[in-house]
Nanobody, 123 residues
Framework: QVQLVESGGGLVQAGGSLRLACAAS????????MGWFRQAPGKEREFVAA????????YYTDSVKGRFTISRDNAKNTVYLQMNSLKPEDTAVYYC????????????????WGQGTQVTVSS
């Protein structure tokens, strides 16, 4: 059984920073790519970032490039999302997910999800 638990969300002013963490339980964490998605009220869940199983390749949606950084520590079974220069439009529930196949950009390519952590950016 795989469990993903996100932490680190909160309320921050525009221009501020937050660091999200996702702790994974279960075996073989370091064999899978991991992703972060977000969902704002009334909108569909959207891709934010992904990282390969070795951590040597990363992928970002255009709106966060240069501001967000995804990383992982396989020894700790944890993946991170460092978010800088936050904007009000980054406000959403952020979800961690484990990739199992296909494009990194689609929710259907992930088979395990965390419960989400709320990020609110005030203007």
């Amino acid at each position: 059984q795989v469990q993903l638990v996100e932490s680190g969300g909160g309320l921050v002013q525009a221009g501020g920073s937050l660091r999200l963490a996702c702790a994974a339980s279960g075996r073989a964490f370091n064999r899978y790519a991991m992703g972060w998605f977000r969902q704002a009220p009334g909108k569909e869940r959207e891709f934010v970032a992904a990282i390969s199983w070795r951590g040597d390749s990363t992928y970002y949606t255009d709106s966060v490039k240069g501001r967000f950084t995804i990383s992982r520590d396989n020894a700790k079974n944890t993946v991170y999302l460092q978010m800088n220069s936050l904007k009000p439009e980054d406000t959403a529930v952020y979800y961690c997910s484990r990739h199992y196949g296909g494009s990194y950009y689609y929710t259907s390519s992930y088979n395990y999800w965390g419960q989400g952590t709320q990020v609110t950016v005030s203007s």
